[in-house]
T-cell receptor, first 115, second 119 residues
Framework: NAGVTQTPKFQVLKTGQSMTLQCAQD?????MSWYRQDPGMGLRLIHY???????DQGEVPNGYNVSRSTTEDFPLRLLSAAPSQTSVYFC??????????????FGPGTRLTVT | AQKVTQAQTEISVVEKEDVTLDCVYE???????LFWYKQPPSGELVFLIR??????QNEISGRYSWNFQKSTSSFNFTITASQVVDSAVYFC????????????????FGQGTILTVHP
């Protein structure tokens, strides 16, 4: 199993550009999510999905879009990049089978710089 | 609203010292779950432990141990006889139950504690 994969590993964007961060998992996990990690702030939830066709907003959703057309993939789209979106982005997935939350498996991260 | 506070931003120890990482949480849920994750220099987050609010037993796994105290809303993590490979950022996180609505799997993370173990 590859686990959770993310591409690209690094990206530099100019203000106003758009791009898509890719995330895929091969563990048949129902739950997938995107976090951003900023110094001194831990990880904050951007968007999440509980299954194909179902997405919802997290704590910091503005400026980001997601869709989930398959169980495996959960891309994150930056619509018009801003310097405030400079961050490290993590995708995570987990089973969603009972009331007890399972541990989340994280991808290696994408380091994004917006100039 | 949920909140997790890791008051120690950075800790530096010498190998073989014991070190405790503090975690204090706030939640209005009666059922909740606490996690610790490790982020080594490679960058990926690695799951260490999950504890539910009904289980206040302390847990030990090798050199790692966790002390859950509901009365003080704390879930502290101790590494005994630290090693250089323990150098990482450690995150404490909190989740409500998967009860539908907006609470599915939403982890609230603390700010993280950077642990450096010197040889």
């Amino acid at each position: 199993n590859a686990g959770v994969t993310q591409t690209p590993k690094f990206q530099v964007l100019k203000t106003g550009q758009s791009m898509t961060l890719q995330c895929a998992q091969d563990m048949n996990h129902e739950y997938m999510s995107w976090y951003r990690q900023d110094p001194g702030m831990g990880l904050r939830l951007i968007h999440y999905s509980v299954g194909a066709g179902i997405t919802d907003q997290g704590e910091v959703p503005n400026g980001y879009n997601v869709s989930r057309s398959t169980t495996e993939d959960f891309p994150l789209r930056l619509l018009s990049a801003a310097p405030s979106q400079t961050s490290v982005y993590f995708c995570a997935s987990s089973y969603l089978r009972t009331e007890t939350p399972y541990e989340q498996y994280f991808g290696p991260g994408t380091r994004l710089t917006v100039t | 609203a949920q909140k997790v506070t890791q008051a120690q931003t950075e800790i530096s120890v010498v190998e073989k010292e014991d070190v405790t990482l503090d975690c204090v949480y706030e939640t209005r849920d009666t059922t909740y779950y606490l996690f610790w994750y490790k982020q080594p220099p490679s960058g990926e987050l690695v799951f260490l432990i999950r504890r539910n609010s009904f289980d206040e037993q302390n847990e030990i796994s090798g050199r790692y141990s966790w002390n859950f105290q509901k009365s003080t809303s704390s879930f502290n993590f101790t590494i005994t006889a630290s090693q250089v490979v323990d150098s990482a950022v450690y995150f404490c996180a909190l989740s409500g139950p998967n009860a539908g609505g907006t609470s599915y799997g939403k982890l609230t993370f603390g700010q993280g504690t950077i642990l450096t173990v010197h040889p």
